[in-house]
């Protein structure tokens, strides 16, 4: 149904009730019942848009990042950092140059058997607007691979960004690992065991630090009705929980959860926040009572950012030890 075709509609039955109505009152009162009909039918319409266009379509530009996306931004598509066809990121730089800007990969979520980065344009997106680069790659889905088979995928992304984005003549920019989701719990195992990006290169070090969104850091994936088949080759639960990976030198981390999330519960984010603050490293989990499981990565979109401020305290992160990591070294 197109936008011409509902306008028509709704001016047709407008004028219908004008004709047929000798009473005023009753013409403005069918007139809005009218637009309200109206709003009804564009309103399922656009939810129906969506959904098709965010979920059941993802190899497409979603919709969602198509309207909501901050703009102006450079984006490079379709970029290979491996050989597979899944080997591909996309990377959004601001409009003017900034010196030593901070690098963010961002792993989006799907129960790591679903997603297509060209979803999350809006991330990308916004974090350009701010002054950073964003990298958004795709990895290797179940049932093609099982666990650890899209974390070797997320190191050889890691790998590429450090060789062809974050080196310079006098250091490294820094980067930093940002997940949603199944996204959070593979960013916080490759902030939090070395083992992942050392067995890819073994000059990587770990990130600057870690921001999840909405993440399963703590619960069981080797037992799991929904994911126990993809994690059938871990050597053990705790190695496949963030945390229980964090060692003293770990990067700090910023995690947020949606009080009215049903999927993970807000113990992931605590334990997090506890096993990180035990060893010495600054953390801090943040709960909003107003979001679910998806509302954590939606308000990071611009109009959508007043429901919570997430993507303030996301750049304000970013920029403190960012900040911090260029005074020490």
């Known amino acids: 149904m197109s936008f011409s075709i509902l306008f028509v509609c709704l001016f047709d039955v407008v004028g219908v009730l004008n004709v047929t109505s000798g009473n005023c009152h009753l013409c403005v009162n069918s007139s809005i019942r009218a637009f309200s009909t109206f709003a009804c039918v564009f309103g399922c319409y656009f939810i129906m848009s969506f959904f098709r266009?965010?979920?059941?379509?993802?190899?497409?530009?979603?919709?969602?990042s198509a309207i909501f996306a901050d703009r102006p931004v450079q984006v490079e598509r379709d970029i290979a950092y491996g050989r597979h066809s899944r080997h591909f990121l996309d990377i959004y730089r601001p409009i003017e140059r900034v010196k030593n800007a901070p690098i963010v990969i961002f792993l989006y979520g799907g129960g790591w058997d679903s997603g297509e980065r060209q979803m999350y344009g809006f991330v990308g997106a916004a974090l350009a607007a701010s002054g950073f680069i964003a990298v958004i790659p795709d990895y290797r889905l179940y049932p093609e691979v099982v666990y650890p088979g899209y974390m070797k995928d997320a190191a050889l992304a890691y790998d590429w960004v450090v060789r062809n984005l974050a080196?310079?003549?006098?250091?490294?920019?820094?980067?930093f690992v940002m997940g949603h989701s199944a996204g959070a719990h593979m960013g916080a195992l490759l902030a939090y065991n070395h083992v992942y990006l050392q067995s890819q290169n073994p000059s990587l070090g770990l990130p600057d630090g870690f921001i999840g969104l909405s993440g399963p850091y703590a619960f069981d994936p080797t037992t799991h009705e929904l994911s126990k088949h993809i994690f059938v080759e871990a050597k053990s639960a705790a190695h496949v929980q963030p945390v229980h990976q964090v060692a003293k030198g770990a990067p700090p981390a910023l995690?947020?959860?949606?009080?009215?999330?049903?999927?993970v519960l807000w113990p992931n984010a605590l334990q997090m926040r506890d096993a990180l603050i035990a060893v010495g490293t600054p953390a801090e989990a943040i709960e909003y009572e107003n979001l679910d499981h998806i509302g954590p990565l939606?308000?990071?979109?611009?109009?959508?950012r007043w429901r919570a401020p997430v993507f303030e305290q996301v750049k304000g992160f970013i920029c403190r030890y960012s900040s911090k990591l260029d005074q020490v070294r």
């Open 167 to 175: 080196m310079r003549a006098d250091g490294r920019s820094r980067i």
């Open 255 to 263: 995690m947020f959860h949606g009080k009215k999330d049903p999927t």
């Open 298 to 304: 939606l308000v990071l979109a611009k109009p959508m």
């Open 53 to 64: 266009t965010f979920v059941a379509k993802p190899s497409k530009a979603s919709l969602f």
